[in-house]
């Protein structure tokens, strides 16, 4: 079969300013939404002036609204045909609230105010759907090659943790706005710091909004439902897609077990970081860059090592090594002895290791899931099958962020301590380190349950093309 066949088919393959655009978008969500993640609880209770409990059920109602908009924004992407493109447009019309929002959430002028976290809090996160569901389905309208999506995925995650990497960068552009206390050290994680946190938060989503418009002006739209089809797309098809696609289930409940461990971990990395170690914010970027550099070391070999041990095996093999970094990290701490900056380093890069490739590597599933879907059912519901994961990542994240927010209220964590106790250090130890790797050991075997191979899949998309070329 030739290549110019091949691509009138659906197999398109594409240049590499192509692959860098659509992974801009991901680096763009990173950029703003990760930002979220990692620091909103840690700005909520030591900046804003919540109880470790109040913000804990904030994140929870959040993610219980999530529940509610997400299959609506994926019925309503899939049924709708912008003249800008299906789901490219999505980029634009979604991302220029999301970053007025994400801003607002880290403004101080209502300190204290659970009103005010809620609206912006809420809004943000609904905003965010309105890019997130779109551009995943984005992802399976490019291409249908198997090849293809895998060196797509393992750009997209490239930018990503580039993304990723400016994010844990925040303590040090913090401290360049932050007051300075007498001895000259930057005052990052006090009320007094709030104008800080806020200029940080404008940058980093001005930046995310340039990177959606360019992502916005490199994706062409080339394996798309018919807009016929389109027009008959329902909010119940969510539920039943879920009931009547097998290899979609186990990916949602992976998505579920891996959030929450990515977002409790997160979470839990500042208190870490500012307690178990007493970090300067050097140290503490430090720390957090090598949460994202194997990404680049390991992420462009993704379509190397999958062909050498299969997608499973690769699963777990990464899995299995941030599972060792975890307990590296929680011995090291633990024992008086080895209780050395250096040595947490090298269980951050383990564990960052393992965590990085896993999680980075399941979003090219996705597109898998909608062609077995559209294989079973004859329409391509992608932005359905991209709500249905949203649905079910944010529900992972919702336990990243309401645990933590639990556990640091059984524990006595007080914001106004400069030193913690015994038992809420053990607290934050078993956020950044126990409870994330008893999450990769239930990871572990959901993902284990996946059926579709390779070659089952590139058979798949093949008939779905010889049926619509008859």
């Given at each position: 079969?030739?290549?110019?066949?091949?691509?009138?088919?659906?197999?398109?393959?594409?240049?590499?300013?192509?692959?860098?655009?659509?992974?801009?978008?991901?680096?763009?969500?990173?950029?703003?939404y990760q930002t979220v993640s990692i620091w909103l609880l840690f700005f909520y209770t030591n900046v804003y002036g919540l109880s470790p409990a109040t913000a804990a059920v904030m994140f929870l109602v959040v993610r219980l609204v999530d529940v509610l908009w997400d299959p609506l924004v994926?019925?309503?992407?899939?049924?709708?045909?912008?003249?800008?493109?299906?789901?490219?447009?999505?980029?634009?019309?979604?991302?220029?609230?999301?970053?007025?929002?994400?801003?607002?959430?880290?403004?101080?002028?209502?300190?204290?105010?659970?009103?005010?976290?809620?609206?912006?809090?809420?809004?943000?996160?609904?905003?965010?759907?309105?890019?997130?569901v779109p551009y995943g389905a984005l992802n399976s309208s490019l291409t249908r090659d198997t090849e293809e999506i895998t060196i797509l995925t393992s750009t997209r995650m490239f930018m990503a943790n580039l993304g990723a990497l400016v994010v844990k960068s925040l303590p040090l552009v913090?401290?360049?706005?932050?007051?300075?206390?007498?001895?000259?050290?930057?005052?990052?994680?006090?009320?007094?710091?709030?104008?800080?946190?806020?200029?940080?938060?404008?940058?980093?989503?001005?930046?995310?909004?340039?990177?959606?418009?360019?992502?916005?002006?490199?994706?062409?739209?080339?394996?798309?439902?018919?807009?016929?089809?389109?027009?008959?797309?329902?909010?119940?098809?969510?539920?039943?897609?879920?009931?009547?696609?097998?290899?979609?289930?186990?990916?949602?409940?992976?998505?579920?077990?891996?959030?929450?461990?990515?977002?409790?971990?997160?979470?839990?990395?500042?208190?870490?970081?500012?307690?178990?170690?007493?970090?300067?914010?050097?140290?503490?970027?430090?720390?957090?860059?090598?949460?994202?550099?194997?990404?680049?070391?390991?992420?462009?070999?993704?379509?190397?090592?999958?062909?050498?041990?299969?997608?499973?095996?690769?699963?777990?093999?990464?899995?299995?090594?941030?599972?060792?970094?975890?307990?590296?990290?929680?011995?090291?701490?633990?024992?008086?002895?080895?209780?050395?900056?250096?040595?947490?380093?090298?269980?951050?890069?383990?564990?960052?290791?393992?965590?990085?490739?896993?999680?980075?590597?399941?979003?090219?599933?996705?597109?898998?899931?909608?062609?077995?879907?559209?294989?079973?059912?004859?329409?391509?519901?992608?932005?359905?099958?991209?709500?249905?994961?949203?649905?079910?990542?944010?529900?992972?994240?919702?336990?990243?962020?309401?645990?933590?927010?639990?556990?640091?209220?059984?524990?006595?964590?007080?914001?106004?301590?400069?030193?913690?106790?015994?038992?809420?250090?053990?607290?934050?130890?078993?956020?950044?380190?126990?409870?994330?790797?008893?999450?990769?050991?239930?990871?572990?075997?959901?993902?284990?349950?996946?059926?579709?191979?390779?070659?089952?899949?590139?058979?798949?998309?093949?008939?779905?093309?010889?049926?619509?070329?008859?």
């Open positions: 079969m030739s290549h110019s066949n091949n691509e009138a088919k659906g197999f398109y393959k594409l240049s590499w300013l192509q692959r860098i655009g659509f992974g801009a978008g991901d680096m763009a969500q990173n950029l703003i994926g019925a309503f992407v899939d049924k709708s045909s912008p003249k800008w493109g299906k789901y490219r447009s999505w980029l634009i019309v979604g991302g220029i609230p999301l970053v007025g929002l994400a801003i607002l959430c880290f403004w101080n002028g209502f300190s204290g105010s659970i009103v005010y976290a809620y609206i912006t809090y809420v809004g943000m996160s609904m905003c965010y759907t309105l890019v997130n913090i401290a360049i706005f932050a007051p300075k206390a007498a001895d000259g050290s930057a005052i990052t994680n006090t009320p007094e710091a709030a104008s800080a946190w806020f200029i940080t938060m404008t940058i980093f989503a001005l930046a995310g909004l340039a990177l959606l418009v360019f992502s916005f002006s490199q994706c062409k739209e080339r394996v798309v439902m018919d807009q016929k089809e389109a027009e008959n797309v329902k909010v119940s098809d969510l539920w039943m897609e879920f009931v009547r696609n097998r290899p979609l289930r186990v990916i949602a409940f992976f998505f579920i077990t891996a959030f929450a461990m990515m977002s409790i971990g997160n979470a839990a990395d500042a208190y870490f970081m500012s307690y178990n170690v007493g970090a300067t914010p050097v140290m503490t970027t430090a720390f957090m860059w090598l949460g994202t550099i194997p990404a680049f070391i390991f992420m462009p070999l993704v379509p190397v090592i999958k062909r050498k041990i299969g997608k499973k095996g690769m699963f777990y093999l990464f899995l299995g090594t941030a599972i060792v970094g975890m307990a590296m990290m929680y011995i090291f701490v633990s024992v008086p002895a080895l209780k050395q900056f250096w040595l947490l380093c090298i269980a951050q890069f383990v564990k960052s290791t393992g965590i990085i490739v896993a999680t980075g590597y399941m979003w090219a599933l996705i597109p898998e899931v909608v062609s077995y879907g559209e294989y079973t059912s004859g329409r391509r519901i992608a932005g359905i099958v991209n709500a249905l994961t949203g649905i079910f990542f944010k529900a992972g994240m919702a336990l990243g962020g309401v645990v933590p927010g639990i556990v640091l209220s059984i524990v006595g964590f007080n914001a106004e301590l400069s030193q913690q106790t015994p038992l809420a250090e053990q607290g934050i130890l078993w956020l950044v380190c126990v409870i994330p790797a008893a999450l990769l050991l239930l990871a572990i075997f959901i993902i284990s349950k996946y059926e579709l191979e390779d070659d089952v899949i590139d058979n798949i998309n093949k008939e779905i093309e010889a049926r619509s070329n008859n």
